[in-house]
């Protein structure tokens, strides 16, 4: 049913993503003139002929080539559905990918692309510190079926990386680089270009190291990894494309090759995105750049503030870094086209010079911080439309060991912070409001 056109209209144009999330892929046509797609609430479609359903077939299980201009039919919406197919073709143009593969939640987008191009014996190298879910399914689920995993700090010289992998005898077996920049929730930025080189040298002829980017925290405007030697872009859509902490959703994109293995793993695993997912996505995508670009303007007017502010130490934000901070900046200025909305800091307990170390006393001025907020909500998760902010050391990173959130600046006195829409200075107004009790 869809008429992909590859971002250009009848006029000849290039439109810009955000021109075309009201429409791409859509023909009122289909719909009795509905200007939306409806929620195409079916579990099943019926074909105009048995000869149209085995065509239909033979193409979802790639048993033929497809002809020139044919598209996989719809057959049953485990396998594809209108909702889907049109928020996949919108996904796709904001990273510029060839394909998309949309799924119930970022979890599954996540878990699908490791299980399908991890097979046992190999390797997979990865950012630290991950989001808790993933991480949690790398070292716990991945090594019962005998995929081995080996980490680097976000600060590591590729050249110390590539000097691990060869001295451990398993050069052989990397499969995958697996990132998250910026990590969270320090902000510390990975070089996916830097990445590149590494899997191009235990790469070779007839095999591809995959690069595969989680850019929850920054895409889909502000980062593209693709465009930086990437394989494989995810999502949680739950995050900044959901926009409205109403939905969980994940995505994964990359090149029609790669995305059409995890398209047919997720028909057979059943962890696609239903028909009502795909059309809450639709609506959010609409306004995805104004949301983004209001809570970037909002994040800058914030962090400046907190710089200013005495019960602050120090702040976590890439709009901060200068050309002092060296590596990490030049990665910043060639990576980034915005410091994005996400930052954290470090509570101060004593004003003037820092006081003596006590994780406890820090955690109880970061949770009566917390608690005294009014506006800004108090929970996990990010991207949202509202401000949220929580207490990385004791919630979101709290399976990560103590040594490892020590090292990672992950401590007591640390609040994470995600900057909604709304106006500036109610929100610098709370902040506020809330250190006072510090
Ligand atoms: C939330 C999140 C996930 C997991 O996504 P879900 O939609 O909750 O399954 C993965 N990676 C990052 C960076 C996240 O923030």
Redesign the pocket.
């Known amino acids: 049913m869809r008429a992909r056109n590859n971002g250009k209209t009848d006029h000849g144009r290039k439109l810009k993503p955000e021109s075309l999330m009201m429409s791409y892929g859509y023909n009122p046509e289909w719909s009795e003139g509905a200007i939306k797609s409806p929620i195409f609430q079916t579990s099943t479609f019926v074909f105009k002929s048995a000869e149209q359903g085995k065509a239909f077939f033979e193409v979802a299980y790639g048993l033929r080539e497809q002809r020139p201009g044919e598209k996989t039919g719809l057959i049953y919406s485990r396998i594809n559905n209108p909702d889907l197919e049109i928020l996949e073709d919108r996904l796709t143009l904001w990273d510029e990918a060839e394909d998309c593969a949309v799924f119930e939640?970022?979890?599954?987008a996540?878990t699908t692309a490791f299980l399908e191009f991890l097979k046992p014996g190999d390797l997979v190298l990865t950012s630290a510190p991950l989001?808790g879910?993933?991480d949690h399914f790398l070292l716990t689920f991945l090594p019962k079926i005998g995929i081995e995993v080996m980490e680097f700090q976000p600060r590591e010289e590729p050249e110390a990386i590539v000097k691990r992998l060869e001295a451990s005898g398993k050069r052989e077996k990397l499969a995958m680089i697996y990132i998250?920049t910026p990590a969270?929730p320090t902000n510390a930025l990975i070089d996916i270009a830097a990445c590149r080189g590494i899997a191009d040298r235990f790469g070779g002829p007839g095999k591809r190291v995959l690069i595969a980017v989680?850019n929850?925290?920054m895409g889909p405007l502000w980062q593209h990894p693709l465009k930086h030697g990437a394989d494989l872009v995810l999502y949680?859509a739950?995050?900044y494309i959901g926009g409205h902490s109403d939905v969980?959703?994940?995505a994964c994109l990359g090149s029609k090759e790669l995305i059409h293995r995890v398209k047919v793993l997720r028909t057979f695993l059943g962890n696609m995105a239903g028909p009502m997912t795909g059309w809450l996505l639709m609506r959010s995508l609409e306004t995805l750049k104004i949301r983004m670009e209001r809570q970037a303007l909002n994040a800058e007017v914030v962090a400046a503030w907190l710089t200013r502010h005495p019960k602050v130490e120090k702040v976590y934000y890439l709009g901060l870094l200068t050309a002092e901070d060296g590596q990490q900046y030049r990665i910043y200025k060639k990576q980034h086209n915005s410091p994005g909305a996400m930052m954290s800091f470090d509570i101060k307990r004593s004003e003037g010079a820092p006081g003596p170390a006590d994780p406890a006393a820090d955690e109880a001025a970061a949770f009566r911080f917390l608690n005294r907020l009014k506006l800004i909500k108090l929970a996990v998760?990010?991207g949202s439309t509202e401000s949220l902010a929580e207490h990385p050391a004791t919630m979101t990173h709290i399976g990560v060991g103590e040594q490892h959130r020590a090292e990672m600046s992950i401590t007591a006195k640390l609040i994470r912070l995600s900057v909604g829409v709304e106006d500036a200075q109610d929100i610098i107004w709370d902040i506020g409001q809330a250190l006072e009790g510090v």
Do not use: H, R, V
């Open positions: 939640s970022g979890m599954g996540i989001y879910g993933t998250e969270n989680d929850t925290y949680s739950t995050k969980i959703a994940g998760s990010l």
